[in-house]
């Protein structure tokens, strides 16, 4: 079954302690990207990658970093997590490039995270 | 950047009647229009797209129009069922999401 995987689901964690959301997807897909989901400002984009070792930033990047050593995994890294960035995220693959071709773009079921 | 307005934020409608919620944004090269279905704890799935060469498209009870000229383009929901209750977003491209309109269907 095509899917893009996200762990943890769910995730309380102190200011400051650094954390890992992994990100998986099983479709060969070369672009990747991560979004947060916030009331009232729909999905904004931090970071994605067009393939293997590139990465780039996307609308919200500050605090976050990524990395993609593999084609299937780009995790998303908080070094120092704050509590502005309590929010819901979400992993994101598609083909190629959707900004203007349109290739379908596959979401993960979204990493709950809340900083305290 | 591409700015991308939704309207409504929320949206209730009796069973059987119709359901349009609208997008507007402001980069004129833009040529892809997607509407995502978001159900209550899963992520966002695409139920429908337009590309700018075309003005309408349909699939079943849903449909989609863009204008161009006045850069806006809107989800139609015909016949809605309670199940069509969810969160929809519309889309510029795959990066310019629009905040949202939560549709409640009552029975």
């Known amino acids: 079954e095509a899917q893009v995987t996200q762990n943890p689901r769910y995730l309380i964690t102190v200011t400051g302690k650094k954390l890992t959301v992994t990100c998986s997807q099983n479709m060969n897909h070369e672009y990747m990207s991560w979004y947060r989901q916030d009331p009232g400002l729909g999905l904004r984009q931090i970071y994605y990658s067009m393939n293997v070792e590139v990465t780039d930033k996307g609308d919200v990047p500050e605090g976050y970093k990524v990395s993609r050593k593999e084609k299937r995994n780009f995790p998303l890294i908080l070094e120092s997590p704050s509590p502005n960035q309590t929010s819901l995220y979400f992993c994101?693959?598609?083909?190629?490039?959707?900004?203007?071709?349109?290739?379908?773009?596959?979401f993960g079921e979204g990493s709950w995270l809340t900083v305290v | 950047g591409e700015n991308v307005e939704q309207h409504p934020s929320t949206l209730s409608v009796q069973e059987g009647d119709s359901a349009v919620i609208k997008c507007t944004y402001s980069?004129?090269?833009?040529?892809?229009f997607p509407w995502y279905k978001q159900e209550l704890g899963k992520g966002p799935q695409l139920i429908i797209d337009i590309r700018s060469n075309v003005g309408e498209k349909k699939d079943q009870r849903i449909a989609v129009t863009l204008n161009k000229t006045a850069k806006h383009f809107s989800l139609h929901i015909t016949e809605t069922q309670p199940e069509d209750s969810a969160v929809y977003f519309c889309a510029v491209g795959e990066v310019r999401f629009g905040a949202g309109t939560r549709l409640t269907v009552k029975p």
């Open positions: 994101a693959s598609s083909w190629g490039d959707p900004t203007f071709s349109g290739n379908t773009i596959y």
């Open positions: 980069d004129s090269a833009s040529n892809y």
